[in-house]
């Protein structure tokens, strides 16, 4: 069975600083992950995903993440925070591709307050 | 640029009453989800259609949950009876194939009184 976890259900930031989101996963499979946006009472918008190959995959809004399959980790981190990244922040992972079924397993995710 | 629909974006109902939500995927997307988050959760998948097949509806409560895709296109997902358990966000997200890119709609808020 796959899961995931992120530590730290909020994480507070000033604005310039640096991002760090923690994501931990389990699967029995080398899995696809996924990092995840969501605005207050909107959807979810994918950041960044990896699948194969690269280990440190950069996303849109300067987000980036690094998949270190020996910590079983897919952290993300943005060098300079924003203050329109204020948002809920999910991760998830999904069975590769050879499988019939997309479904994404989510972490509980994380809220990033931006301090000015 | 393309999105997926969603209706209602917000929905208060009663508990014990029937409610409904209604997708429209991406144009030419085959595969469609529907998932249910709640408050301070991640969404849970809760069914997924490969055109008009269901793929996967194990975590679906079908002793109330029914969900359709009769054409292959868009979709509904049903409550009935509604319980006060089910006040959520249902999302629905649409992918070409199934192992493609997932794109979410802005969501149905659902709230049970």
């Known amino acids: 069975a796959q899961s995931v976890t992120q530590l730290g259900s909020h994480v507070s930031v000033s604005e310039g600083a640096l991002v760090l989101l923690r994501c931990n996963y389990s699967?029995?499979?080398?899995?696809?992950l996924f990092w995840y946006v969501q605005y207050p009472n909107q959807g979810l918008q994918l950041l960044l995903k990896?699948?194969?190959?690269?280990?440190l995959v950069k996303g849109i809004n300067g987000f980036e993440a690094e998949f270190k399959k020996s910590e079983t980790s897919f952290h993300l981190t943005k060098p300079s925070a924003h203050m329109s990244d204020a948002a809920e922040y999910f991760c998830a992972v999904r069975r590769p591709s050879s499988s019939n079924t997309g479904k994404l397993i989510f972490g509980q995710g994380t809220t990033l307050q931006v301090k000015p | 640029e393309a999105e997926v629909a969603q209706s209602p974006r917000y929905k208060i109902t009663e508990k014990s009453q029937a409610v409904a939500f209604w997708c429209d995927p991406i144009s030419g997307h085959a595969t469609l989800y529907w998932y249910r988050q709640i408050l301070g959760q991640g969404p849970e998948l809760l069914v997924q259609f490969q055109d008009e097949s269901v793929v996967d509806d194990s975590q679906l409560p079908k002793d109330r949950f029914s969900a359709e895709r009769l054409k292959g296109v868009d979709s509904t997902l049903k409550i009935q009876p509604a319980e006060l358990g089910d006040s959520a966000m249902y999302l629905c997200?649409?992918?070409?194939?199934?192992?493609?890119?997932?794109?979410f709609g802005p969501g149905t808020r659902l709230t049970v009184t």
């Open positions: 990896y699948t194969t190959g690269a280990t």
């Open positions: 997200a649409s992918s070409l194939t199934s192992g493609t890119e997932q794109y």
């Open positions: 699967s029995s499979v080398p899995p696809y």
